[in-house]
């Protein structure tokens, strides 16, 4: 099972980036798909998830309006296309899958918005 995170980096505030989760090893289709960060000092939170039917993603209540979570199931691949960047939203983005007890977490990428 591996979930690979690409697309972070350094980010002027105001600017966007997008995040691709590639996943492989398991039915992708039939998971919960989510996406994670975790800023230094900060507990890990949830930023969107996007359920195994479809439909709109459901995103943490402060990021609404800049954050967007969508899944491609034919390319086993989720995104965060993530807009007007702030120096708090500072961390490290982690992908995650879940069905039942079965949870699986990628590595990690890094976003940096300086101050």
């Known amino acids: 099972v591996q979930l690979v995170e690409s697309g972070g980096g350094l980010v002027q505030p105001g600017g966007s980036a997008r995040l691709s989760c590639v996943a492989s090893?398991?039915?992708?289709?039939?998971?919960?798909m989510s996406w994670y960060r975790q800023a230094p000092g900060k507990e890990r939170e949830l930023v969107a998830v996007m359920y195994i039917g479809g439909g709109s993603p459901n995103s943490a209540d402060s990021l609404k309006g800049r954050f967007t979570m969508s899944r491609d199931n034919a390319k086993n691949t989720v995104y965060l296309q993530m807009n007007n960047l702030k120096p708090e939203d500072t961390g490290v983005y982690y992908c995650?899958?879940?069905?039942?007890?079965?949870?699986?977490w990628g590595q990690g990428t890094q976003v940096t918005v300086p101050s």
């Open positions: 090893g398991f039915t992708f289709s039939a998971y919960v």
């Open positions: 995650r899958a879940a069905r039942f007890a079965s949870v699986y």
